[in-house]
């Protein structure tokens, strides 16, 4: 290597040869992604309005307080509605720019979570009143069940909404302290409503959790409503979710009108009779609607990462020499590559398995207004898997890609630190996801005890269909071939197996179960169904890309990449239950499974670059120095290095304070110790 050999300039020349040696049609990839050219279109042309605003500028954003990244968090929603206005845009074009803002804003919270159960559960009195002003956020809200003491035993939260007949009113309180709603997003400073989870007590007698919509601020000074006690809960782990108010609440007597019960399904009569709801879990349908966009929300964000991390080891170089005299780019080292490929195929699996739960919600949702439940059930328990499943997998990712990029990888201008702490409450939205596995572990055995007796495969739902697996002729399979490992549909063969076994075993041993049984199982379960999800987007790669065969071949790859290493992490289930039949001697018959992905990462390094395009980010929505898009990083460090404000003076002013007085103390106490010699 040359003594005037420039690594910062290597690192350009690195990532334009990257480019140079993708083969992938970038373009029509990121329009699959991005449902179509119409939409990728509108949204370049939205995040390019954002980028250019003050407004939404992130250069200061590392060094603000809490307080001010909320007041900053406050200025961009009101700014994207003033853009609204001056653009014209659609409600579709207003939440693409809402989702492109990498930070949560609290509006989120209106959008996601107040206004979806407002608008489909409120009675058509309460949508005539107020819909109109919720829809044009005249009024702001925030979804309030959480509390101090209870947050996924929703059954026993603690809050009451006690109907008074004489006055058709419900009088919701906070009867103790661990009552206190807590943990509730934009509720600090931020929402004039909420959607308050209360249990309805009718004549003393205790009918279980339902909505209330309850105003919480007057709409002409903001100032708290009379009986309700309203503050912020403190700053969160890591720094994260700074922009977001999230508060706590107790409410002492408050009076709000019958109307204001959310009752198109569950009712109360005027003297005080309560009706049912045709199912009991109607009101949980703002929770799977959250859950349902957690799973492409979750895959952008490992997209981010994948791309931060896979740019960034394209050009940075250490260790041994290569061909080229140089010092080896990272990405060419296996222990890097293995870690990062899995992270880019969970990218694109989950974004597009994201699309397929909005579907699946939207069927649902098209039901219940026709008060068909038929549906619910089946979209619990697969929300319910998914959001488990994805979320872990999620800050998991991030985390690795993070250290994958060794120490500048813990700079905040990598980008990944404050993504890692944006993502992590989403593993403890509703709970601990340990927790969640029980509503897995419920759908799964009712199906198994169903289909014992009924021996009807032609009944199972997309969510069990592993299940027919159990009745009939099927043999369990033999130790895959190596050109049979690379057929997509062995991994899903066998990680239906796995599910179905697991579930056979949780039920023959349900009173007496290992510690983690039902984690096992409850993820085996959801990866099946992933897994089978993943082969129907295999088989239709030819219609959604076209005549682009090259794609075709690179996504199949990108594809059978997850089923794999997804594979390989549950391999030790399979061996357990002897599917391979191992026989003593043979050594590791998993070893073929691991050179097949091995292989594939070496086919999939190429395109690595152009695949980490077709995210279609930008810079200022990576905000990433290791992550630029010209692979000019060290560059980028410098550059923001300069921006910190502790480098404004050359003195600081606790030199004065503090270490002048230690260095003076210190050359004293060496001179002291120089006499006594």
Sequence with gaps: MSATHDASTQNGIDMANARRTTSVDISSICHLLHNGRTQWETRERIVAILSSDPVFDKSQRHYQSRAERYTRAVAMMNRIYELQVIHNWSQHEVGVALFNIDE?????????????????????????????????????????????????NVSCLETTATYIPETKEFEIHSPT??????????????????????????????????????????????????????????????????????????????????????SKFAQVTDDGKYVQPPHAKLSYGGMLYIRSTMVGSNGWAMAKAATVAIRYATVRRQGEKGPDGLERQIITY??????????????????????????????????????????????????SGLKITVTTTCIQDIETARRSMGGHGFSAFSGLGSLYADQLPTVTFEGDNFVLNKQVIRAAQKSYTNILKSKDVFNLSSSNAYLRLLVGEHSMPSLPSDSEWQNPATAVLLLEWRAALLVRELAQHVDDLDASATQRTAGAVTEAFIAARVMEMIKELPVVIGDKQRNVKILEKLYLMYLLTTLETGVVDLLSFGVFGVAKGKGDVTRSLRLTIKNLCLELLPEAIGLTDAFGYTDWELDSALGIYDGKVYEQLWRRAHSEPINDAEMSAVYEESIKPILRRGQQQAADMRAKL
Aim: proline share 6%; glycine share 10%.
């Design 177 to 262: 302290l661990s009552s206190t709603k807590w943990w509730i997003g934009s509720l600090a400073k931020t929402s004039t409503h909420g959607v308050v989870q209360a249990k309805l007590i009718l004549g003393g007698v205790d009918h279980g959790p339902h909505l209330f919509f309850v105003q919480l601020r007057s709409l002409e000074n903001h100032k708290n409503m009379p009986g309700i006690v309203i503050g912020g809960i403190g700053p969160k782990a890591l720094g994260g979710f700074a922009a977001n108010d999230h508060g706590f609440a107790r409410f002492d007597h408050v009076r709000i009108p019958k109307i204001q019960m959310l």
């Design 334 to 383: 296996p222990s890097v590559h293995i870690r990062l490929l899995p992270i880019l195929s969970h990218a694109y699996v989950y974004i597009q398995l994201g699309k397929v739960l909005t579907r699946l919600f939207d069927a649902m949702s098209s039901r219940l207004q026709q008060k068909d439940t038929s549906l619910l059930p089946e979209m619990h328990a697969i929300t």
């Design 104 to 152: 949560s804003l609290p509006i989120s919270l209106h959008n996601i979570a107040f206004q979806p159960p407002v608008m489909s559960q409120g009675s058509p009195e309460l949508i005539l009143e107020y819909g109109p002003l919720v829809a044009n956020r005249g009024i702001m809200g925030c979804y309030m069940q959480t509390e101090l003491g209870h947050g996924s």
